[in-house]
């Protein structure tokens, strides 16, 4: 079955740091370029992070050198590092693959696979 199982979210505190992970089955990982996107309530989904079947990464300006994207090809898995939290990072997060193998995604509908997402909140 073709999937994508997130996990890791949870509730912090505004400077924690929080360690996504995403699981991949049913295809061959190592051909995709995979992201990490999230949406946060009333907002549109919005990208964080892309990792390329070479491991190239991208980062939206947001970020600013807080978050870390990796992917482990041996297991199947894409990571996204949180750290400094902020309030507004509170949204879900969703691990999503590119539309086809061997394809660099350049806009957000370039994704056509992602799974149940994980809920990362961050309060004070």
């Known amino acids: 079955q073709v999937q994508l199982v997130e996990s890791g979210g949870g509730l912090v505190q505004p400077g924690d740091s929080l360690r996504l992970s995403c699981a991949a089955s049913?295809?061959?990982?190592?051909?995709?370029?995979m992201g990490w996107f999230r949406q946060a309530a009333g907002k549109e989904r919005e990208l964080v992070a892309r990792?390329?079947?070479?491991?190239?990464?991208y980062y939206t300006n947001f970020v600013q050198g807080r978050f870390t994207i990796s992917r482990d090809n041996a297991t199947n898995a894409v990571y996204l590092q949180l750290n400094s939290l902020k309030l507004e990072d509170t949204a879900v997060y969703f691990c999503?693959?590119?539309?086809?193998?061997?394809?660099?995604?350049?806009?957000?509908?370039?994704?056509?696979?992602w799974g149940q997402g994980t809920q990362v909140t961050v309060s004070s």
């Open positions: 999503e693959r590119g539309r086809q193998p061997y394809y660099t995604p350049v806009r957000d509908a370039d994704y056509n696979l």
């Open positions: 049913g295809f061959d990982f190592s051909l995709y370029d």
């Open positions: 990792v390329s079947i070479s491991t190239r990464t």
